[in-house]
């Protein structure tokens, strides 16, 4: 072994970083950008479930433990009435509200039971699970606060908690299982599709390709067709695995989840012809796998919902066409939404819209290729 | 000598460059129906802009480019030409007859693909994976590619490059055979012995046309044996 052969190779690679730009600002700048997202999505203030306290109450200790609850960490809790606080839980507003009932402080002292109401959303096991505990703190907090009487037994709790939406029978596994089935689609595509077109570019064939009658409106429409088929094979596939091996919870249509992988499918197919463009290499096009990811997979609410992410992110969010496949698949599986709800119509409109824009882009892609 | 002739192709003073590198500083030729055009020059001195022009690949800054009666870019006449790029561009992953059906059916023409793999010599191998195949090889099939749509003029960039000699001289064989039967055909080559088989050479560098003719009129513009020395002297002057 000479020291001198393993040296040149060394140098060999920096020389090589030195001249792919994109590579090195790749390796330096993408991993703060990832961390400081996380750093925004988990300490900015955000990742707290929003929930509603109603203190009927005529006792004291229903506003004690509605204090607790508004100073608690785990969630955003502020104090509404009974009307706004449904409402609101109806819009995706909040992740639930705690109702302290009338005689919430007399139970406690009489019979020794605490009896608060909780009404969950109930299709984000942990926002659900947060809120519940929350409220398990603050109501030891606020026992705690009662003038200890020699010979009294701490009381019972006897939790009555309802569904908006799916149950306690809803598992983590359910909630990502919706948005994990866009996700997996919209990617493999999107990297397939990608890299079959710079093949094309690469080996010379797309250049053959301008030289014939072929428009390129044909290019694009043949590739899409092409992908789209293969897309839509695996999406049913994946659709199929989901819902009847793992047993993904599904209750809506499942033609409306795959109308919306189509949909998915059919935007990755373009984005991939699009971007392809902006690499020279086989290893830039590889590179996009994480600028397109790591974004989409953090701000689209497939971990962390876009309604507990600070304001500003939650803009960044609304622009990502993952949020809205996301969104409309869980309200689908979940919430069994179809397509007159208007969240499902925003979500379908929103995808139609950002797949004309990548089949426009990618067209133009080629254009440019020609001039 | 008639008077009004059948061009195949007709370039008028074509200018085009990219950014501030010229490629093509007007440059006008004609190719006649069923010849052999040869179009020599050195590496970057036009001749793949130029080729790319007539395919309509290129827009020319100023000039025009008319193919069989058509003026260029017009993507219906493509399916009339034929076009061979420098490095055989073909499918690796498809089999030879799979990428001969593919070029046809993108052309929108009856496919003759035995024919084409007859031609080419490669009847034995149509169901190999191209990157399974030898470079020699390779480039016959890039030019069964190139003419499985009969076209009717064939635009050849540097066919022969990487070529072993045996191979060399079947290809210029069967390039004649094809201008025989009403074909035209235009090749680039930097290869100056090859120049002896086209009815008509062009000489180009610097992106212009320095000389055009068959190889006598060339040797005696140049008073020289060779046509080597006939490139180099009339070149010489030129920046």
Not at chain 1, 67 to 94: F, G, H, M, N
Not at chain 2, 3 to 31: I, M, N, P
Request: aromatic share 6%.
């Amino acid at each position: 072994m000479k020291p001198r052969r393993v040296l040149a190779i060394t140098r060999r690679i920096f020389a090589q970083f030195r001249h792919d730009r994109r590579t090195l600002a790749l390796l330096f700048v993408v991993p703060l950008v990832i961390l400081s997202l996380l750093y925004y999505l988990l300490r900015g203030g955000g990742g707290q479930p929003a929930v509603g306290v109603v203190n009927l109450d005529t006792g004291p200790l229903g506003a004690v433990v509605a204090r607790q609850l508004e100073s608690s960490s785990q969630v955003k809790a502020s104090q509404l009435d009974l009307t706004t606080a449904q409402s609101r839980l109806r819009d995706d507003r909040l992740a639930g509200y705690i109702v302290l009932p009338t005689n919430f402080s007399s139970d406690v002292l009489q019979q020794g039971v605490l009896r608060p109401e909780v009404h969950l959303e109930g299709s984000q096991p942990a926002q659900s699970g947060a809120v519940l505990q929350a409220l398990s703190q603050s109501l030891l907090a606020a026992l705690g606060t009662l003038p200890s009487q020699p010979g009294l037994r701490p009381p019972r709790l006897d939790l009555r908690v309802t569904y908006l939406y799916g149950g306690p029978q809803l598992d983590t596994l359910d909630y990502f299982g919706g948005a994990f089935i866009g996700l997996v689609v919209f990617f493999l595509v999107f990297v397939i599709t990608c890299v079959a077109f710079l093949r094309e570019r690469s080996q010379g064939t797309l250049e053959r390709l301008m030289a014939s009658p072929l428009r390129r409106g044909e290019i694009v429409l043949g590739y899409m067709l092409g992908f789209t088929i293969l897309a839509l094979i695996q999406a049913a596939e994946v659709l199929l695995f989901s819902l009847y091996v793992i047993k993904v919870h599904n209750s809506g249509s499942v033609l409306l989840i795959f109308a919306f992988e189509a949909l998915m499918a059919l935007s990755a197919v373009n984005l991939g012809i699009f971007l392809s463009m902006f690499a020279r290499t086989e290893f830039q096009a590889v590179q996009f796998i994480p600028l397109v990811v790591a974004p989409q997979l953090l701000l689209s609410g497939v971990i962390f919902p876009v309604s507990s992410e600070p304001t500003w992110l939650q803009a960044v969010s609304n622009v990502l066409p993952l949020t809205y496949v996301v969104d409309g698949l869980r309200d689908v599986m979940l919430k069994g939404a179809d397509l007159s709800w208007a969240a499902i119509q925003l979500d379908a409109a929103v995808l139609g819209a950002f797949c004309l824009l990548m089949i426009v882009a990618a067209g133009a892609t080629l254009r440019r290729r020609v001039a | 000598m008639p008077a009004q002739e059948d061009h195949a192709a007709e370039v008028t003073g074509v200018v085009k460059s990219f950014g501030r590198q010229a490629a093509l500083q007007g440059v006008s030729l004609r190719l006649r129906r069923g010849e052999v055009y040869g179009l020599l020059g050195p590496n970057g001195s036009g001749k793949t802009t130029l080729i790319r022009c007539l395919l309509g690949l290129v827009k020319p800054d100023a000039g025009s480019v008319r193919v069989l009666g058509r003026l260029m870019p017009d993507l219906d006449v493509l399916s009339r030409v034929g076009y061979m790029t420098q490095a055989a561009a073909l499918y690796p992953d498809l089999t030879v007859l799979e990428n001969l059906r593919f070029f046809a059916a993108i052309n929108g023409a009856d496919a003759h693909l035995t024919e084409a793999l007859r031609f080419v010599d490669l009847e034995d191998r149509r169901d190999s994976v191209v990157a399974t195949l030898s470079g020699g090889m390779r480039t016959r099939a890039s030019l069964a590619c190139a003419i499985v749509h009969r076209p009717e003029l064939l635009l050849l960039d540097e066919p022969t490059v990487g070529v072993d000699p045996q191979l060399r001289r079947r290809l210029w064989d069967q390039f004649g055979e094809m201008a025989e039967r009403g074909t035209t055909l235009l090749i680039s080559s930097h290869v100056m012995d090859e120049a002896e088989r086209c009815q008509r050479l062009g000489l180009i560098r610097f992106g212009r046309l320095l000389a055009e003719g068959t190889v006598e009129e060339l040797k005696e513009q140049a008073g020289v044996e060779k046509l080597e020395d006939a490139f180099l002297q009339l070149s010489a002057g030129e920046p």
